[in-house]
């Protein structure tokens, strides 16, 4: 008889890629201080301070993007008679 054809070895399994890791939070941006008032002018009222302008919110962290599952070993094919 002629030998029988070996097995084709498995193929390994393709590693996970790794998690992205997080992307920092950006830091907030600091209040920018009030316009001091404006002196009086006499009998003129005094100009309003301008408001603060708030804080800008941190922008939330981007999620982790999941790990991408193993592709499945790719099954061994049977050895044949020849």
Do not use: A, R, S
């Amino acid at each position: 008889m002629i030998p029988m054809i070996p097995m084709i070895p498995m193929i390994p399994m393709i590693p996970m890629i790794p998690m992205i890791p997080m992307i920092p939070m950006i830091p907030m941006i600091p209040m920018i201080p009030m316009i001091p008032m404006i002196p009086m002018i006499p009998m003129i009222p005094m100009i309003p301070m301008i408001p603060m302008i708030p804080m800008i919110p941190m922008i939330p962290m981007i999620p982790m993007i999941p790990m991408i599952p193993m592709i499945p070993m790719i099954p061994m094919i049977p050895m044949k008679n020849i």
